[in-house]
């Protein structure tokens, strides 16, 4: 009998032994589920912000920056490339010889958005469709970018820029889609094309670019490279499709909205196409300069010609010079192999003494002056030449279209002037 009661409380007791080890592992799994992290980056908001062109000359190609938002921390990020600082050392220097250097910058989005409010640029928000793993991806390599050691860049106006920069970051978060659906298709512009419709505003400034680029600026740009333009591949998003973890297709950009209207002015839609107006300033330049040549003996006449031929040898001149530096000796890769050193030529400059001595009634041009104003005139003649040979890709038809005709009426007018004409 004792047996039995034994045996029966051994049982009870391995009975109750095994339902409280069930329970404190039930309890233990509950408080493990309860203090488990959530999956990485599930707590992370990840945003497009781009910011329409503002008016100075640095802010007309707009601007755009990455926001992350931490849910569980309540923090926000602004991550924002293309940052400079003219107080840096030998800042301009290194600006000119084309070897900038720009870093990326945090800031707090409560904080930066107000600024772009005041200056009037528009601002929208382009809320990303991204998976937890590719939030956490993406600000694991923002935060490494913005570290100290990391900020700094080599900063290019059109392959390392704020927005290519940007573009870079997010397509490395997705494994390449982005960039495997923009690298095709293409609207047909250009460098050039998208850097004259910006600074159109600044209408001189325009024209200096214009005329300091070369036929790197003219290579037709896919949707991937024109991306440059914060603009250009904030719509480029819009079309962008990813897969999901089930294998459907999503939208890149799950929700898009204006945070500013601006109150600034969209830039326009094409470039300005200056070439016919250019033609006939530089046809009516000619026979103005020719006439004012054959009137020497008039005053009025005489210093006109002299002082617009100076004028215009002075200006091609140091323009020469200026494009032939900016091929040689500076990593302005943009600026190489400008054509335009057939029509502003350095060679100009030669024939500085002969336009000044042409204020004289009796001045006689020399035989050299005379062979460098041909020799300037035959190089402006083979600008438009070469045209029709391949590899001369270089849209530089206002350029020819305005400074052909001047070079010819300056040689025909020196030319006229012979010695016979004041014996």
């Known amino acids: 009998m004792l047996e039995r009661i034994d045996s029966r409380t051994r049982r009870w007791q391995r009975a109750f032994a095994a339902l409280f080890c069930c329970l404190l592992t039930a309890s233990v799994f509950a408080q493990t589920a309860e203090t488990a992290p959530a999956e990485s980056g599930a707590n992370l908001d990840v945003a497009l912000i781009t910011f329409g062109p503002g008016e100075e000359v640095w802010e007309r190609f707009g601007h755009n920056a990455i926001e992350v938002r931490d849910a569980a921390a309540g923090t926000a990020r602004l991550y924002n490339y293309g940052m400079f600082d003219f107080a840096q050392e030998n800042f301009f220097v290194n600006f000119a010889r084309g070897r900038m250097l720009y870093r990326i910058a945090v800031g707090d989005p409560a904080e930066e958005y107000p600024v772009y409010v005041d200056e009037g640029r528009w601002i929208v928000r382009q809320q990303l469709n991204l998976t937890p793993a590719q939030r956490a991806k993406l600000a694991e390599f923002l935060d490494v970018n913005a570290r100290p050691e990391n900020a700094q860049y080599r900063y290019d106006y059109f392959r390392e820029n704020c927005s290519t920069k940007v573009r870079d970051a997010l ?17 047909g512009f250009s460098y050039r094309m998208d850097a004259d419709r910006l600074m159109r505003p600044d209408t001189a400034l325009m024209l200096a670019i214009d005329a300091g680029l070369g036929p790197y600026a003219d290579q037709r740009l896919s949707y991937w490279d024109e991306s440059f333009v914060p603009m250009e591949f904030m719509r480029h998003v819009r079309e962008i499709k990813l897969a999901d973890g089930a294998g459907n297709t999503i939208p890149l950009v799950a929700d898009e909205t204006v945070l500013n209207k601006g109150r600034l002015a969209d830039p326009q839609e094409f470039p300005p196409r200056w070439t016919w107006a250019a033609l006939a300033i530089g046809v009516f330049a000619a026979l103005a300069l020719l006439g004012l040549a054959r009137a020497r003996a008039v005053p009025l006449a005489r210093i006109a ?10 200006v091609c001149g140091v323009g020469g010079l200026v494009l032939l530096g900016l091929w040689t000796l500076t990593e302005h890769v943009s600026a190489w192999r400008n054509e335009n050193l057939l029509l502003l030529n350095p060679l100009c400059l030669l024939l500085l003494p002969a336009w000044f001595g042409a204020f004289r009634r009796r001045w006689q041009p020399s035989r050299f002056a005379r062979r460098i104003a041909a020799t300037v005139a035959f190089c402006a003649v083979l600008a438009w030449f070469v045209k029709i040979l391949p590899g001369f890709v270089q849209d530089n038809w206002l350029w020819i279209a305005l400074l052909l005709p001047i070079h010819i009426a300056l040689a025909l007018g020196i030319a006229q002037i012979s010695p016979r004409r004041h014996s």
């Open 305 to 314: 010609f002299a002082g617009t031929a100076g004028v215009v040898a002075l």
């Open 171 to 187: 397509d490395g978060a997705v494994g390449g889609a982005i960039k495997a659906q923009l690298i095709s298709p293409s609207r």
